[in-house]
């Protein structure tokens, strides 16, 4: 039978299901106000007054956040159940912060896009937006989200408490608590930019290069038991030694943030160590991706929902190359002096961020419509195979582009004008510069296409899938 | 720090690369013969990658003026490159026997 | 667990523990290290600068002094160097906590106009428009630079509020700088607050400055 009922038992997984819908929205959102500040950079007069480029990367940066945020809080309230065998404690509640929150962010966004600037005073900051990039939302929002953080904590604790804890829920409660602490050190003005930018970091590194690593890594644990059956005993072994790894290089990495901030000096020390030490967890995982890979090539164990498995290996490929490759090209700081804050940066930061985040949380959105629909198998369709190929095309292209125009920019900005203004200006007016703005529009182009793929694939997957299951069990009846 | 030549800016940022890459090539053709993917004679392939590696943080150690210190530290990061494989090996191999018997 | 002896390496509660050890550590060292930081970068006093003491982030009322930034030999970067008593808006004795608020007031306003996502402050933020980390002592507004003659003002003070004001009068690329409605009070603070940040020791970013022709220079 053919039916968009859902065929969830918990309340959680059906909650789980409303996180990753909000967060395909604002995914999409995304895309938008990247596409019109990528039009900028090439025809500044485009919606200049209207939506300013400011504005555009603003919503650009946080909604992208935001709806990673959105597909992990929904990611756990997905695993939780399955994790710890009954359904999540306080359920009812944490629907209620899910609408609560949801409210809180749409306005956000409208404010941002109908008043966008305000005075320079408190009243600005409280109300409107905070200024300070990644970390925008205003203080009473940023309130909100720690209420609504510390229930769905509440959530997550007692659900595990009153369940079995298993070693990948013991791992997200740890990290989940970080993450969330974390957040509280970027919610104080200071008069002092370099006080400033020192607990900014704190919440920007330690969310991005540490606990949602880890957060990650542990998802993807679970997600690897769901569709090719691994072994829960290693995955969890796996996790702790990711764990050790991640936090070992990733919590004191944040020395490659504190270079050029007034910070002292030792930090140039400590942050070229401990980033060169970064790759070596992607490295970890690379090794035993192969190795699990040769074990399944043995087995042929059947897959049981290959486009998240799919997504999944985008993310060892994409997080090695955006964080790992990315990363190390331009963090040691004799050189990270001429490419700090440059388009190198946002090379790196496009690739990170798709592979690291963007691609594991498509993988549990892939697992949670296996689940919705109760299909015991999921195959790639033709829909499922474009999402895929022309986001992580494009996605890579931009980087391409833009690692061009960080050369360019580096080489003549840094180098030969010495990061003045008027070097700025003509390293901007090289033709290879705009060359690369305009490479970087069409891959963006092509991005936004792969998420209507991806889009349309999410909507009618389950529906191919149902069809034929049911032609192979029609087969299987005719043949006996 | 050392000023850079403008024109060791392309190199730097190759040999950056390479490292990583050379690096995952290393560890690639090492895990591969090791689950007798590819046949064991490959294997010095997995050590000239490694060589080659190391050849480019040199150059890329060279390109930044990096004080004599840091290079010997690089260097020692790099005897450490060259045995975290067999670590990493060894670890999954131990777990999933561990597991799997 | 009471299952039969297994090697170390595969057990949970052996990878468990040096997860929670290396961690443990690394969290103490990175605190240890902020505890020993956030005192350096702290603001120093107006006595600080009477004296001649050096500090990673001066007081604000360093928008009382003429600021520089040179080559230092020994640590071969470029670093701010403090000269003698520079006129900030006519006036050269701003009181520590005066200087203080203005600083601050031209921060607020900074986030406010959400600066930070088109431009890049101590190299942070969006790639759009140029850093603002040593605007201050960029050639272009100084007295050889073309932005001076075009707000048509005597200082690089007064050029600066004139363009945060009306940057729509003064198109100085393609890429216009938005009206942000920054009134004269806020100009005055900003330009203070972008003094203030040319005088932090940022370990030589941006790099080869003071090679360029007309970029300021103390003494």
Known sequence: MLSRVMNVQYESQKLAINYFQVALILFG?????GLTTAIQYLYPQFLFGIIDFSVGRMVHLNAMIVWLLYAMIGSVYWLLPDETGIETVGIKIGRLLFYILTLAVTIVVVVYLVVQVGPGN??????????????????????????????????VFATAFKGKRTGIVTVLMIDLLALAGLYLAGMFYTKNVSVDQFWWWWVIHLWVEATWEVYVAAVIGYGLIKTIGANRKIIEMWIWIEVAMLFGSGILGIGHHYFWIGTPEYWLEIGALFSALEPVPLLGMFVHVIYDWGKQAGKRTPMTNTPAFSWFVVTTFGNFLGAGVWGFMHTLPQINLYTHGTQWTAAHGHLAFYGAYVAALIGMMYIG?????????????????????????????????????????????RGQWGATWQGYFVGQNSPWMIQAYGWRLAMGVVTILGFVFLMKDMMTIARTAQRENLKTESTATATA | MEYLEISSFFTIFVTGALVILLGAAYVSVYSFVKIHYLPSWAMPAAYIFWILQTYSLYVLSVHLKINPFTQKVLLAAMVGYLIIPHIVYFLVKRTHEAVEH | MEEQKISVWGSVRFWRNTAVWVTG????????????????????????????????????????????????????????????????????????????ELVSHGKMTVQSKNCMNCHTLLGNGAYYAPDLTKSWLDPAWSETGPYRPMTGKATTEEAMAEFLQHPNK???????????GITPDEAIAVVAFLKHMSSIDTNGFPRNFNKIKGAVNAK
Request: proline residues 4%.
């Open chain 3, 25 to 100: 550590f690394a969290v103490l060292l990175l605190i240890w290290l902020s505890l020993d930081t956030i005192p350096q970068i702290s603001a120093g006093t107006i006595e600080d600068l009477e004296n001649g003491v050096t500090k990673r982030v001066p007081s604000a009322a360093v928008i009382n002094y003429e600021i520089g930034y040179e080559l230092d030999n020994k640590r071969k970067t470029e670093i701010p160097i403090i000269g003698g008593k520079q006129m900030f808006f006519g006036r050269n004795d701003y009181s520590e906590e005066e200087a203080t």
């Open chain 3, 170 to 180: 003064y198109p100085t690329h393609a890429r216009m700088m938005p009206d942000l």
């Open chain 1, 369 to 413: 419509l296996q689940g919705k629909y109760g299909l015991k198998e999921m195959r790639m369709t033709a829909s499922a195979k474009w999402g895929i190929t022309l986001l992580t095309g494009g996605v890579l292209g931009m980087t391409m582009a833009l690692t061009i125009a960080g050369y360019v920019q580096t080489f003549i900005e």
């Open chain 1, 122 to 155: 408190a009243m600005s900051r409280w109300l409107i937006h905070e200024g300070r990039e990644y970390i925008e939302a205003p203080r009473w929002a940023d309130i909100g989200i720690v209420v609504v953080v510390l229930g769905f904590l509440g959530n």
């Open chain 1, 29 to 33: 959102a995304q895309l938008l106000f």
